[in-house]
């Protein structure tokens, strides 16, 4: 990234000068190896956006603003507001109705049956959760997007906590769309995300913004050609730099390697929580059904508090409702939320036992909590309602 912004900073697609060209170069590399991450038709299949949540309105508004009246979106109860937010607006301003899928309060999984049950002739849109930012539950994303399939229904896969955790191919799994982060597993820099969109389905999405390309300029009309159809103006080359790095990372390292390790690691933290009084951490006890994401509670103390608790010792995690609250609902943790513990590649089992070693101290003098620990109140505040 210091590099791109020190010799190179230049647009790419506007010019034939050297640093253009390099610029053109990184990415492409950066595209080619998010195709390559999550097995593509062709790298131009990848839509880059400035972040998941972006991807998400892409998908979701680009479908559903040219769709007749009278629709409904079949969602989970996992989505995050980047889902649920978007869809709400449209409630608003077109009368679409969202009907929402269960999930086990224990595993906080769903059952595809589920899904089968409620699709109908009026539905025009199914978005699910691939693992949940709560839980860190995995959907059963293929039987969703088989069931989608069967129904011809369009299927919305968010993979902001499942790129770069699990390996994922999007040809075997059959989604239409799915939308990525850059900067979680995928360990690039923030301000990075992509929507991968399969091979003909861009003909199903509208424009939601539109502007130069760098090519057919004589056109007064958006093109038609992927990727140019969905990216507008100058892209975030910094960011794509860092992105095109991490992703070089990812897959000479190898996202199998990389979820054996998380697994393993998954399996420390339960093993040694399980035995802690006053302490719960929600989601599978299956480390194979779940990614390296853990919300706890301590009986006695609010989320804020144990975050605060934890800081303290120099382990950083974070409290509230995760811009998830339909999960927190289903789970029992509404208002006040959870406190969410994240593994990634680069934490070792000593890691893992010093933060359960750090819970246990607390769960067992939950009683004694000191008043900067436990400043804020047991409920979340409302912007931490709010998302």
């Known amino acids: 990234m210091v590099d791109f912004a020190v010799n190179v900073a230049a647009s790419a697609g506007r010019s034939g000068y050297r640093e253009a060209r390099i610029a053109g170069d990184i990415l492409h590399r950066c595209r080619r190896n998010a195709a390559r991450l999550l097995n593509t038709e062709t790298p131009e299949q990848i839509v880059f956006t400035m972040n998941c949540s972006e991807a998400l309105n892409f998908g979701i508004h680009g479908l559903l603003n040219t769709a007749p009246p009278g629709g409904e979106v079949i969602v989970t109860a996992l989505e995050h507001n980047s889902v649920l937010r978007p869809l709400t607006a449209l409630r608003r301003s077109t009368g679409l109705q969202v009907v929402i899928i269960p999930c086990d309060p224990v595993t906080s999984i769903i059952d595809p049956d589920d899904l089968r049950k409620v699709i109908t002739p009026r539905t025009r849109m199914i978005v699910c959760n691939h693992a949940s930012n709560v839980t860190g539950a995995i959907q059963p994303v293929a039987e969703v997007c088989a069931i989608a399939r069967e129904a011809g229904v369009p299927c919305l896969i968010d993979a902001a ?23 979680k597993g995928l360990m690039g820099p923030t301000g990075t995300g992509g ?14 913004k539109e502007g130069g390309t760098g090519s057919q300029s004589q056109e007064a009309f958006q093109p038609e050609t992927m ?15 860092g992105l095109a790095a991490s992703t070089g990372w990812l897959l000479k390292r190898g996202i199998a390697a990389i979820r054996e390790h998380e697994e393993r690691l998954c399996k420390v933290f339960m093993s040694l929580a399980a035995g802690i009084d006053h302490l719960t951490a929600y989601g599978p006890a299956d480390a194979a059904r779940r990614v390296g ?50 593994f990634g590649p680069f934490m070792r089992e000593d890691h893992i036992r010093r933060v359960v070693a750090e819970l246990a101290r607390l769960a067992e003098g939950r009683g004694n909590i000191t008043k900067a620990a436990e400043a804020d109140t047991i409920a979340a505040t409302p912007e931490e309602q709010a998302g």
């Open 293 to 342: 994401v853990f919300s706890v509670n301590i009986d006695g103390m609010s989320p804020t508090g144990l975050a605060a608790a934890l800081e303290a010792r120099g382990i950083l995690t974070r409290p509230g409702l995760h811009c998830a609250p339909l999960v927190h609902k289903a789970i029992g943790t509404f208002p006040s939320g959870t406190c969410r513990i994240s």
């Open 195 to 208: 929507l991968y969109v399969c091979d003909g389905a861009e003909k199903l999405l509208s424009t939601i």
């Open 227 to 241: 990727p140019q159809k969905f990216e507008i103006g100058t892209h975030n080359l910094v960011g794509i730099a």
């Open 161 to 183: 906590q499942a790129a770069g955790h699990v390996q994922i191919d999007v040809r075997s799994l059959g989604c239409d769309f799915l939308a990525f982060p850059g900067h």
